[in-house]
């Protein structure tokens, strides 16, 4: 798809591969398209724009609503300097039904896939290409419409932006202790918990806080009716390996389909090792860790890739998840999904799709 392109007069400096960090550079251009205010006219004026800040009017809906999605994905570069994106059809599937959730008018997911290839091609630079760095895209919808009546905005954009990005683990692949929260709520049987919003987040920093003021590096989240089930671990799906089996939360409408979470269960399949989608009660895991069969814990995200859990703060107990350190599974599917990334390990499902070079 040809899309309009207008090129930076100032192409910024680019931060020092060793300094990324996460998400605090962004690279030369952005997409950008809009919808409305005549909805016949669907999405139009999709083009490639030098980054920068938008005008938007104190009214825009989104900044009182919160009518907006996003979503979080990554472009690799390989040993060979080729570059390519990680599963975006399966992001793109996931805004089309963050979409619907928040009423906000479907972006078809060829056209998600292209604005995202042909923005990394422009700023193909800006991929680096250390192990475990990368250049993640970030595709949002906000509301814009100027009116303060409660219903869905008539006006929208959609953009994309990319930023540099280090290995997530600077100093190490490091397991981190999680509390687990008994008393606020990130999302409910209902709601949005299953669509990337921004209502999620905002929901979710206070118990994040308090963890961390505790000396905790996130909460695991339990279920908002009996805070009885897992859920999710920060912004993370979870897994559990309780004896041989794996065991994570079944997609109930509450949790986050991750794509990360997606590409584990398939790995753990291919190799033949169990995995169950299920209801898993926080009793259970308790019980496991008393008879020695809580085996690993970790966290699964395209951000972090893998992110082990070395204990858990169970209302002022710790437990220790394992031997407290990575765990061989935790270690082998982070090793494993950063070596398909960067095309060295055969990418043996098809995640790979590749960004011409311009
Ligand atoms: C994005 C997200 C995840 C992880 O999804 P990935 O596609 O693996 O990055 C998990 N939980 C929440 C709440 C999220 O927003």
Known sequence: MGFEIVRTQSPRPRPAQDALGFGRHFSDHMFRMEYG???????????????????????????????????????????????????????????????????????????????????????????????????????????????????????????????????????????????????MVRAARGGVGASKTAANYAASLAAAERAKAEGFAQVLWTDAAEHRYVEEVGTMNVFFQIGEEVITPELDGVILPGVTRASVIELLRHRGVPVVERKLALQEILEAHADGRLREAFGSGTAAVVSPISALGVDGELLTVGNGGVGPLAGSLFEEIIAIQHGTAPDLFGWLVPVPSR
């Open 37 to 183: 205010p005549d909805p016949a006219k669907g999405w139009y004026a999709g083009r490639i724009v030098p980054y920068g800040p938008l005008t938007l009017e104190p009214a825009a809906s989104v900044l009182h609503y919160g009518q907006t999605i996003f979503e979080g994905l990554k472009a690799f570069r390989g040993a060979d300097g080729s570059i390519a994106l990680f599963r975006p059809q399966m992001h793109a599937a996931r805004f089309v039904q963050s979409a619907d959730r928040l009423c906000i008018p479907r972006i078809p997911e060829e056209l998600f896939v292209d604005a995202c290839r042909e923005l990394v091609a422009l700023d193909h630079e800006w991929v680096p290409g250390a192990d475990g760095a990368s250049l993640y895209l970030r595709p949002l919808v906000l509301a814009t419409e100027p009116f303060l009546g409660v219903r869905p905005s008539l006006a929208y954009t959609f953009l994309v932006i990319t930023s540099p990005v280090g290995a997530y683990y600077a100093s190490g692949f490091a397991p981190v202790r999680i509390k687990v929260e008994r008393q």
